[in-house]
């Protein structure tokens, strides 16, 4: 899978050259005092190290508080919206979005991926750093009053891991952006459901075997899966027998 077309030093200078919300450009100290203004704590040096690429991978905090002071989304740092809309410092918890990902994405026939599978995954893949089983389970159960802040890098890992991806590379904005993780954890919430009724285990078999079924075999299968969706019955035959209703009774 390709890389990320921009690096993240190259989009935060981009926006300090030609800012959203003012005519001026922004050196590395204004922007560093619009930080600081907004609550935030970051050197002047710090943000000259990663407009340069010297240093390229900052925390989600820092993420969040350098989007703020240059009035965009966060997302934007990896390949999301720009427009800001709001208050875009994220309402929903970091851990909500990656505890979703762990009980929802995993592949069929299986349960759920465990701390140390995603861990060694993100490693050997080499292309996000490293990271540790125990970071993870810190990240999905931190301490009280202590939000998580993982570093892009580590973002980028978990997005890769859990397919929140395309052909550009990775696309961790689920992350940073509220709006669109909305959108996800309704279509998530819905594939749950879908596979809790079977139905996704019996479409997943179905396209296995379906290049060797004659026309009728198909238009049966296609049928099946009408009638339990219509019915509610999650008692699946697969394939499916002539004369069988989708719970496996005679008809």
Request: hydrophobic share 35%; aromatic share 8%.
């Given at each position: 899978?390709?890389?990320?077309?921009?690096?993240?030093?190259?989009?935060?200078?981009?926006?300090?050259?030609?800012?959203?919300?003012?005519?001026?450009?922004?050196?590395?100290?204004?922007?560093?005092?619009?930080?600081?203004?907004?609550?935030?704590?970051?050197?002047?040096?710090?943000?000259?190290?990663?407009?340069?690429?010297?240093?390229?991978?900052p925390?989600?905090?820092?993420?969040?508080?350098?989007?703020?002071?240059?009035?965009?989304?966060?997302?934007?740092?990896?390949?999301?919206?720009?427009?800001?809309?709001?208050?875009?410092?994220?309402?929903?918890?970091?851990?909500?979005?990656?505890?979703?990902?762990?009980?929802?994405?995993?592949?069929?026939?299986?349960?759920?991926?465990?701390p140390?599978e995603?861990?060694?995954?993100?490693?050997?893949?080499?292309?996000?750093?490293?990271?540790?089983?125990?970071?993870?389970?810190?990240?999905?159960?931190?301490?009280p009053?202590?939000?998580?802040?993982?570093?892009?890098?580590?973002?980028?890992?978990?997005?890769?891991?859990?397919g929140?991806?395309?052909?550009?590379?990775?696309?961790?904005?689920?992350?940073?952006?509220?709006?669109?993780?909305?959108?996800?954890?309704?279509?998530?919430?819905?594939?749950?459901?879908?596979?809790?009724?079977?139905?996704?285990?019996?479409?997943?078999?179905?396209?296995?075997?379906?290049?060797?079924?004659?026309p009728?075999?198909?238009?049966?299968?296609?049928?099946?899966?009408?009638?339990?969706?219509?019915?509610?019955?999650?008692?699946?035959?697969?394939?499916?027998?002539?004369?069988?209703?989708?719970?496996?009774?005679?008809?």
């Open positions: 899978m390709a890389e990320r077309s921009r690096s993240f030093g190259s989009i935060l200078d981009d926006l300090c050259l030609h800012p959203v919300s003012r005519r001026r450009r922004y050196t590395n100290t204004e922007l560093a005092d619009a930080v600081h203004r907004l609550g935030g704590e970051i050197t002047d040096g710090y943000i000259s190290h990663l407009r340069k690429g010297h240093r390229d991978n925390t989600l905090q820092t993420m969040e508080d350098l989007a703020a002071a240059l009035d965009v989304c966060p997302a934007v740092f990896v390949g999301g919206r720009q427009e800001r809309w709001g208050d875009e410092r994220p309402r929903q918890s970091f851990t909500g979005k990656l505890r979703l990902l762990f009980a929802v994405v995993y592949p069929v026939g299986r349960g759920p991926y465990t140390e995603v861990a060694k995954s993100i490693t050997m893949d080499d292309r996000c750093g490293s990271i540790s089983a125990s970071y993870i389970r810190e990240l999905l159960n931190p301490l009053d202590t939000p998580p802040n993982p570093r892009l890098k580590h973002i980028l890992g978990l997005a890769e891991h859990f929140l991806a395309d052909e550009a590379g990775p696309q961790p904005a689920y992350f940073l952006d509220d709006d669109l993780a909305d959108v996800l954890a309704a279509e998530l919430t819905d594939f749950a459901a879908l596979r809790k009724a079977g139905v996704i285990e019996f479409a997943t078999r179905m396209a296995e075997q379906a290049s060797l079924w004659s009728e075999m198909r238009r049966q299968a296609a049928q099946t899966i009408t009638q339990a969706l219509e019915s509610g019955e999650t008692g699946w035959i697969f394939p499916p027998r002539k004369g069988t209703s989708p719970g496996g009774d005679e008809t």
